[in-house]
């Protein structure tokens, strides 16, 4: 079925700018980013048009593509690619090596393998010294930073019980299996974080 509005997330516009302000000094001097889980595609065209020296590889399953190419095409930057079809637990990950990774509200979407599967195949796509950065609500000691947390993990376990906010400790430890090292943990409106890990 021929998508012919494109898909529209206030979340999205609610927190690019945050997430702007923090991503952008990270990815000064980086030329080449994928972004694992585009979504409807506003992320890629926000951060794009903010940071023309990047080229910003758009991936999602593909049944959202439709919807990405909407944004792109309104956009008309010739700085993001169209969307590569990535199931995060398959073994042939884009061929090409990346300066820095992208990743908004996908964790806690994901089932527990698939995000291992997200730091393994992303680390090794990251060049020596590249970026992931991961977006989204995290646990931290065991326990939920917030009520409204707290709420939504109900909500995203009644959906789907494989799902759930992730717990810090235990996505930081993924992120060390694949070669990557905690750089900075940035606080965020709405109980979000970024962490931001370095490949070393």
């Known amino acids: 079925m021929r998508v012919t509005h494109k898909p529209y997330s206030e979340s999205c516009d609610q927190n690019q700018t945050p997430i702007l302000e923090v ?18 595609g506003q992320h890629a065209v926000a951060f794009a048009r903010a940071m023309p020296q990047l080229t910003w590889h758009t991936s999602d ?24 079809a990535l199931d995060v637990l398959q073994d ?13 509200n996908t964790a806690h979407i994901m089932h527990w393998p698939e ?12 060049n020596e010294g590249g970026h ?3 977006y989204g609500p995290f646990n931290y000691n065991g326990q939920f930073t917030s009520e409204s947390n ?4 109900l909500w995203l376990k009644a959906r789907d019980p494989l799902s759930g906010i992730r717990h810090f400790e235990e996505i930081d ?14 606080t965020m409106p709405a109980n979000n ?3 931001h890990w370095i490949k070393s």
């Open 61 to 84: 399953c593909p049944e959202n593509h439709p919807g990405i190419h909407l944004w792109l095409e309104e956009a008309g930057l010739e700085n993001i690619s169209l969307p590569i």
């Open 173 to 186: 430890g993924q992120a060390n299996k694949a070669g990557m090292s905690l750089k900075n943990d940035f």
């Open 193 to 195: 974080r970024i962490l």
């Open 150 to 153: 707290a709420q939504f993990d």
């Open 132 to 134: 992931f950065l991961m």
């Open 23 to 40: 991503i952008q000094p990270v990815l000064a001097n980086c030329r080449q980013v994928l972004e694992i889980g585009s979504g409807t």
């Open 92 to 104: 042939d990950w884009p061929g090409y090596a990346v300066d820095a990774i992208f990743t908004a």
């Open 115 to 126: 995000v291992e599967a997200m730091f393994m195949g992303g680390g090794k796509m990251l």
